[in-house]
């Protein structure tokens, strides 16, 4: 049985307008059961605990879309906006799918800019986290 997760306040920097021009979107999948998004949800409340502007964004079946999510950070006056997948390695998604979206957000929104981080299994240290998980895990 999962712990029911840590209620966060609600973040005072949500729609009180930009304190830098930067903002996050961490982009998921999506799933139908919706306490899959907790970890997710965690991780953006931490971040917005930490002063960073964050939103989650989903590829599919759960909202808001990485369209939605851009659109609120410029209406809110964000000029660069970094997307975060949270996808352990380059698959189609990341390849293809992401690619077409961000160049539509480019376009759609030509005043801001759009940056990309890798995929969450091409870093060194996530790696080396999953590694210590799983040997813990066997222990």
Same mark, same amino acid.
């Given at each position: 049985m999962r712990a029911p997760s840590a209620q966060v306040p609600p973040?005072?920097?949500?729609?009180?307008?930009p304190m830098s021009s930067s903002a996050v979107i961490l982009f998921a999948h999506g799933a139908r059961?919706?306490?899959? =998004?907790?970890?997710?949800?965690?991780v953006r409340d931490r971040l917005r605990a930490e002063g960073l502007r964050v939103e989650?964004?989903?590829?599919?079946i759960m909202a808001p879309s990485l369209e939605d999510a851009a659109r609120s950070l410029i209406a809110d006056g964000y000029k660069t906006v970094t997307i975060v997948?949270?996808?352990? =390695?380059?698959?189609?998604?990341?390849?293809?799918q992401l690619p077409e979206m961000v160049a539509t957000l480019r376009k759609r929104h030509a005043d801001a800019e759009f940056r990309v981080a890798p995929a969450l299994g091409d870093d060194p240290e996530i790696l080396a986290a999953i590694t210590a998980w799983v040997n813990r895990a066997v222990r």
């Amino acid at each position: 049985m999962r712990a029911p997760s840590a209620q966060v306040p609600p973040d005072p920097l949500v729609g009180a307008g930009p304190m830098s021009s930067s903002a996050v979107i961490l982009f998921a999948h999506g799933a139908r059961e919706p306490d899959w =998004a907790q970890p997710l949800e965690l991780v953006r409340d931490r971040l917005r605990a930490e002063g960073l502007r964050v939103e989650l964004a989903y590829l599919e079946i759960m909202a808001p879309s990485l369209e939605d999510a851009a659109r609120s950070l410029i209406a809110d006056g964000y000029k660069t906006v970094t997307i975060v997948p949270l996808f352990l =390695a380059q698959g189609k998604h990341l390849k293809r799918q992401l690619p077409e979206m961000v160049a539509t957000l480019r376009k759609r929104h030509a005043d801001a800019e759009f940056r990309v981080a890798p995929a969450l299994g091409d870093d060194p240290e996530i790696l080396a986290a999953i590694t210590a998980w799983v040997n813990r895990a066997v222990r």
